[in-house]
């Protein structure tokens, strides 16, 4: 029997008790961005991931941990913005950004969405802020299906990985209809 989302939600951050407390008040914002692009993901939407420069590692550990085979779920279509365009950050301006969006929904069949981490700020994120689909980890700024953090925060690392679990272990519950995202 699948609960509701923000329910399930808080009960896994409670669950890993003080670790994840700093996260129990945004529950409802993570809840919200969350499920949206969980729901995504069941349509069978590719992921396209984008981080700023300081997150590559994460971008890098979120590509090859996702699909572990020792995760027992169907395989996640997600691959980085580099792996489609390798010189992603030699692009300027609206013109090219356009060029490479309509070179991804043709590549796609317009079954994708963008995932961005790091700061707002970024010429990296502006691909992915031209899209109503996109699913955000946004530093210092507020945005529209963002989940926001502070890039001054000294433990914005540890939280970052914090989240990815907690996002992998609700893609897992999603995936095997113990939660409902769309609920």
């Known amino acids: 029997m699948s609960s509701d989302f923000a329910q399930w ?30 729901e995504q993901i069941l349509k069978g939407k590719t992921i396209v991931l984008i981080t700023d420069e300081k997150r590559k590692w994460l971008q890098e550990y979120i590509v090859s941990s996702i699909n572990d085979i020792a995760l027992e779920r169907p395989l996640i279509p997600i691959i980085s913005i580099e792996s489609i365009y390798p010189y992603y950050d030699n692009i300027n301006g609206g013109e090219m950004i356009d060029m490479l969006d309509d070179m991804i929904a043709l ?77």
């Open 107 to 183: 590549s796609y069949k317009n079954d994708y969405f963008f995932w961005y981490i790091g700061k707002g700020e970024d010429k990296r994120s502006d691909i992915a802020k031209r899209n109503d689909e996109s699913y955000f980890w946004i530093f210092d700024e507020d945005f529209n299906n963002a989940f926001r953090l502070k890039s001054y925060d000294p433990h914005l690392d540890i939280k970052l990985l914090q989240l990815y679990r907690l996002f992998d272990a609700s893609l897992s519950a999603t995936i095997f209809g113990e939660v409902d995202a769309s609920a």
């Open 9 to 38: 939600s808080l009960d896994a951050i409670r669950a890993e008790g003080g670790s994840l407390s700093w996260l129990e008040e945004s529950r409802f914002e993570w809840s919200k961005t969350t499920a949206y692009a969980l």
